[in-house]
């Protein structure tokens, strides 16, 4: 009998709070980490709705684009 067989060594995920902008449409349950959005007060990219901050515990990513604020 095999130990472990189907087990990887996983990396602890590491997560932090983050900032990010939730669409204000009941419909709509779109979001948008504050590093990756598009302007100062973001509009929704799925329904162009208005967004609002909020603070998620979510998976650390980096954003290296030069349109980043961080």
Do not use: H, Y
């Amino acid at each position: 009998m095999a130990k472990g067989f189907g087990r990887r060594n996983m990396e602890e995920v590491k997560t932090e709070e983050v900032k990010i902008w939730e669409c204000t449409s009941e419909t709509c349950n779109c979001w948008v980490r504050d590093n990756f959005k598009s302007s100062e007060k973001p509009l929704c990219p799925i329904c162009n709705n208005d967004m609002k901050e909020n603070i998620k515990e979510l998976q650390v990513v980096n954003n290296s684009s030069i349109f980043s604020t961080k």
